[in-house]
Nanobody, 121 residues
Framework: QVQLVESGGGLVQAGGSLRLSCAAS????????MGWFRQAPGKEREFVGG????????DYADSVKGRFTISRDNAKNTVYLQMNSLKPEDTAVYYC??????????????WGQGTQVTVSS
């Protein structure tokens, strides 16, 4: 079992930045691919981006490419989501998730509780 705890959400003006963190409980964190997802009110949860265990590969949704960056620190069991040039449409609850194996695509096994990001216009 992997427990994930997100932090860093909040209220920011359009054009601003936030950095989300996700701390994992398990020391074998480095064996998991990690992903960030988000869910806006009335919408389905969507993939924001993911990073392999070695950080050799990252991928992002088209809507955030060039603005968001995922990184990880396996020594700290933590994955980050740096969000720049935020837009009101980025408003959502953001979740981190862990997935066994090398791919960032597919079904994720463990989920955090989420952190709210609100971008005002």
């Amino acid at each position: 079992q992997v427990q994930l705890v997100e932090s860093g959400g909040g209220l920011v003006q359009a054009g601003g930045s936030l950095r989300l963190s996700c701390a994992a409980s398990r020391p074998t964190f480095s064996q998991y691919a990690m992903g960030w997802f988000r869910q806006a009110p009335g919408k389905e949860r969507e993939f924001v981006g993911g990073i392999t265990w070695s950080a050799s590969m990252r991928d992002y949704a088209d809507s955030v490419k060039g603005r968001f960056t995922i990184s990880r620190d396996n020594a700290k069991n933590t994955v980050y989501l740096q969000m720049n040039s935020l837009k009101p449409e980025d408003t959502a609850v953001y979740y981190c998730a862990a997935k066994r194996g090398s791919s960032i695509y597919g079904v994720y096994d463990y989920w955090g509780q989420g952190t709210q990001v609100t971008v005002s216009s």
